[in-house]
RNA sequence: CGGGAUGUGGCGCAGCUUGGUAGCGCACCUCGCUUGGGACGAGGGGGUCGCACGUUCGAAUCGUGUCAUCCCGACCA
C-alpha cells in the first residue's frame, strides 16, 4: 500500500471530546471516527486490526472444536418472551417496529436465537455438547457511552454458546473455553486475568471474566487478587476481615440506652460525636429493590456491594431509596425519622437483610427511628434481623477468603467473560434433547463473549506512548512502514521501492511513505499509527545503509537494505508464533 | 435517568458582555521553495453560526423552546 493512497487522516491535536487514550489515540491516528453517541465508523486501518482480533479469536475458536454461524441482527419479540426478558432487559435494549407494527429488537445479545436454533437442530444427545459462535455487531443502548470503542452501542462481539447433556460436559467446556481465552488474548499480545464475577443478568452460576489490568480510568471494574491464584470482581470478590469481631464494650458501650445524638446524620459524625470508631456502629440503608423499600444493616465502616445485595434479594433492579421515598416508608410506619437515624425497629412489612459480619458485632449502636437519637449497647436482637448474606463490597487490605493474606486492588477492563449458564434459558424455552432412555431434557449450556472491538480499543491502552499507538504485530494494521526521506531524491526512493517489493513478495503487510512531505511530518505520522517496525531510507544511504526502528522501544539500529529486510521479517514471524 | 457544561467549515478554537450580515490555526487545492523530527511564501475552495419560534429596521450575538454532544454518578463485551 502506498501512504498516498492510504484512506487516513491523521490529527495535529487530539479530539475535545475524548477522554481516555485509546479513544484519543484511535481518532487522532484515523482509525475510526464518531457516528453518533456511541456508534463509531472504523476506518480502513481499524478495520484491518479488527478483522485480525477476529480471524485469532476465529482460529482458536475453531481450533477448540466450536462452529461458526451467523444469527441476524434483527429479533422477534416472541423468542424475547419466551425467555421473559422482553420486560427484563429494560431500556438497553433498542426496541422497534416493523411496517405491520411486530415489535422487534436490535440484538444485543443471542441466547434467544441461539437456543430456537438448538431446539429445532438439535434433538438428539448424539447431538451434543456443540459450541456454536458467531462474529457479529452487537446493539446496547447504553445508558452512557463512553470512551470510544470500549463503551459503545454498537459493538463487535464474538459470542458462543454451549449445548452439554450434562455439568460435568459443561465444566470441560468451560475450561476448554477459558484455555482458548487465554490463546486468543496472548495472540493479541493483550496480557489479562481471569477473574470471578457475577453472573448479572444475563443469569447463570459460574461465571469468570478476562481483565486487562490498568491503572487509567478506562478499567471500569474493581479487581481483587491475591499474591495467591485468587482474583475476583469487586461484585463478587469475598473475603475475610482482619478483625471481625466488634464489641462496643471495649470503648465504653456497655448499658443498653437510647441517648440524644444532634446533627449526627453521618456515620463519621456520629462516630466522632460518641468518640468510637464507625465499626462499632450499624449502619441501616434503604433500598428499592424492584420498585419496593429493603432494608440492609451493614457495620458502619463498610460499603453495601449492590450486585450482591441484588443477588441476596433475588431482585433484578436495584438504587438507593431518594429522601422522598425514605420519609413515605418512614411515615407509613408511623415515623418520622430521616436517614442516619432509621432502623428496622418498629418496621411493618418490610425485607430486612444483614451483612454477614454484622453477627460478629456486640454492644453496637444503631439507631431508633427517631431523628438524633441513637441506642447505643444494642444487640442483634434488639434490631430484628432474620436474614443474613454477604452484601459487603470488598476493600484492599482484607483477607483473602482463600489463603488469608491482604488482597490488593486494580483496575481492569473486561474483554471477554465466559459463563455458566445451565437450564437458564433452555426451560422456559422448551429448549430440549431425547435422552439415551427417550427422556426429553434441557440443555445444559455455556455462553462465552469476547468484545472484539473493546479487545482491540483495550489493545491501545495497554501499548502506547506519548507519539501514539504502539500495535503488537499480531493485531497491527500493518507490519512495517518503509519512509525514504526524501521523494526527490532517486537513490533513496529506489531502495526504498526495492525494499516495499521484496517485503511485499514475502507476504509482509508493508506500507511505502510515497508522500512528498519533510520527514518529521512522516515519522509523526509513522509512530502515531504505530507501525511495528519503520525502515528509514535517508542520509544513512551514503554508508549502503537503512535505519531500522522498532516503534516499541523506538530502538534505531542502522543496517544493510538486504540486512533490513531479512531481519524485520524475522522479527515479525518470531512475533506472530 | 439525575447533576454540570458545550453546540460557529473536516479538526482545534475566537467572536456573543455592548446586535450591523463571520474570523484564526491545522487540514484540503494550485504554484514556488524545502527534505533526518508535524518548514516557508503567494494564491484558492469550503460554514443557512445545531434547529425552531420570538424580539428588532437588522440576530452567531438577546429571549423562549427543542434537539444533539460531552463530562460526573447506578449497568455491561
Given at each position: 500500500m502506498k501512504m498516498s493512497k492510504l484512506f487516513v487522516q491523521t490529527l495535529r491535536e487530539f479530539?475535545?471530546?475524548?477522554?481516555?487514550?485509546?479513544?484519543?489515540?484511535?481518532?487522532?491516528?484515523?482509525?475510526?471516527?464518531?457516528?453518533?453517541?456511541?456508534?463509531?465508523?472504523?476506518?480502513?486501518?481499524?478495520?484491518?486490526?479488527?478483522?485480525?482480533?477476529?480471524?485469532?479469536?476465529r482460529e482458536e475458536m475453531d481450533k477448540?472444536?466450536?462452529?461458526?454461524?451467523?444469527?441476524?441482527?434483527?429479533?422477534?419479540?416472541?423468542?424475547?418472551e419466551e425467555s421473559g426478558r422482553w420486560e427484563v432487559y429494560g431500556r438497553e435494549l433498542m426496541r422497534l417496529r416493523d411496517r405491520h407494527d411486530r415489535e422487534m429488537c436490535l440484538g444485543p445479545t443471542h441466547e434467544e436465537i441461539i437456543t430456537y436454533i438448538a431446539r429445532e437442530g438439535l434433538k438428539s444427545y448424539k447431538q451434543l455438547p456443540v459450541n456454536l459462535y458467531q462474529i457479529q455487531s452487537k446493539f446496547r443502548d447504553e445508558v452512557r457511552p463512553r470512551f470510544g470503542l470500549l463503551r459503545g452501542r454498537e459493538f463487535i462481539m464474538k459470542?458462543?454458546?454451549?449445548?452439554?447433556?450434562?455439568?460435568e460436559e459443561l465444566d470441560a467446556e468451560y475450561e476448554n473455553m477459558a484455555q482458548a481465552y487465554r490463546n486468543i488474548f496472548n495472540r493479541c499480545g493483550l496480557?489479562?486475568?481471569?477473574?470471578?464475577?457475577?453472573?448479572?443478568?444475563?443469569?447463570?452460576?459460574?461465571?469468570h471474566e478476562f481483565m486487562v489490568i490498568t491503572d487509567t480510568d478506562a478499567g471500569e471494574n474493581d479487581v481483587f487478587y491475591c499474591e495467591c491464584d485468587y482474583s475476583a470482581n469487586s461484585n463478587h470478590a469475598i473475603s475475610k476481615l482482619p478483625q471481625a469481631t466488634v464489641d462496643g464494650a471495649e470503648c465504653g458501650l456497655t448499658e443498653k440506652k437510647v441517648i440524644d445524638t444532634p446533627n449526627t446524620k453521618t456515620i463519621e459524625e456520629l462516630a466522632n460525636f460518641l468518640n468510637v470508631p464507625q465499626?462499632?456502629?450499624?449502619?441501616?440503608?434503604?433500598?428499592?429493590?424492584d420498585k419496593k423499600p429493603v432494608l440492609a444493616y451493614i457495620r458502619g465502616d463498610?460499603?453495601?456491594?449492590?450486585?450482591?445485595?441484588?443477588?441476596?434479594?433475588?431482585?433484578?433492579?436495584?438504587?438507593?431509596?431518594?429522601?422522598?421515598e425514605i420519609e413515605e416508608l418512614m411515615a407509613n410506619n408511623g415515623f418520622s425519622a430521616k436517614a442516619g437515624f432509621i432502623s428496622a425497629i418498629g418496621m411493618k412489612d418490610i425485607k430486612i437483610i444483614a451483612d454477614e459480619t454484622v453477627k460478629d458485632m456486640k454492644n453496637f449502636v444503631v439507631g431508633v427511628n427517631e431523628n438524633d437519637k441513637h441506642m447505643v449497647a444494642a444487640n442483634l436482637d434488639d434490631i430484628q434481623v432474620k436474614e443474613f448474606a454477604d452484601i459487603r463490597l470488598v476493600e484492599a487490605g482484607e483477607l483473602c477468603p482463600e489463603c488469608g493474606k491482604p488482597l490488593k486492588v486494580t483496575r481492569g477492563i473486561e474483554v471477554g467473560n465466559?459463563?455458566?449458564?445451565?437450564?437458564?434459558?433452555?426451560?422456559?424455552?422448551?429448549?430440549?434433547?431425547?435422552?439415551?432412555?427417550g427422556k426429553a431434557k434441557p440443555y445444559i449450556m455455556g455462553c462465552y463473549g469476547i468484545g472484539i472491538s473493546r479487545t482491540a480499543a483495550a489493545a491501545v491502552e495497554a501499548h502506547h506512548d506519548e507519539n501514539g499507538i504502539k500495535w503488537p504485530v499480531a493485531i497491527a494494521p500493518y507490519h512495517v512502514i518503509v519512509v525514504p526521506v526524501s521523494t526527490k531524491d532517486e537513490t533513496q526512493m529506489k531502495v526504498a521501492e526495492d525494499i516495499y517489493n521484496k517485503l511485499l513478495?514475502?507476504?509482509?503487510?508493508?506500507?511505502?511513505?510515497?508522500r512528498n512531505e519533510r520527514p518529521g511530518v512522516k515519522f509523526k505520522d509513522a509512530e502515531l499509527i504505530g507501525f511495528p517496525f519503520r525502515i528509514t531510507v535517508g542520509k544513512t544511504i551514503e554508508n549502503g545503509n537503512v535505519e531500522l526502528v522498532t516503534r516499541a522501544t523506538l530502538e534505531k539500529e542502522e543496517m544493510a537494505p538486504e540486512t533490513a529486510v531479512t531481519e524485520v521479517i524475522a522479527r515479525i514471524n518470531a512475533q506472530l508464533k
Open positions: 479530539p475535545s471530546d475524548a477522554e481516555v487514550v485509546s479513544h484519543k489515540m484511535l481518532v487522532r491516528a484515523g482509525f475510526i471516527r464518531k457516528l453518533t453517541s456511541g456508534v463509531y465508523n472504523y476506518l480502513p486501518l481499524m478495520w484491518r486490526v479488527l478483522k485480525k482480533v477476529e480471524n485469532i479469536t477448540a472444536g466450536a462452529q461458526e454461524l451467523l444469527m441476524p441482527f434483527v429479533q422477534p419479540k416472541e423468542l424475547w459470542d458462543a454458546y454451549s449445548f452439554s447433556t450434562s455439568q496480557p489479562t486475568k481471569m477473574v470471578q464475577s457475577d453472573s448479572g443478568a444475563i443469569g447463570g452460576n459460574v461465571s465499626s462499632v456502629i450499624c449502619k441501616c440503608l434503604v433500598y428499592i429493590a463498610k460499603q453495601v456491594e449492590e450486585t450482591k445485595l441484588m443477588n441476596a434479594l433475588g431482585a433484578i433492579d436495584i438504587r438507593i431509596a431518594s429522601s422522598e465466559i459463563f455458566q449458564l445451565g437450564t437458564k434459558y433452555s426451560e422456559p424455552m422448551n429448549a430440549v434433547y431425547l435422552d439415551k432412555d513478495e514475502q507476504g509482509i503487510e508493508v506500507v511505502l511513505d510515497d
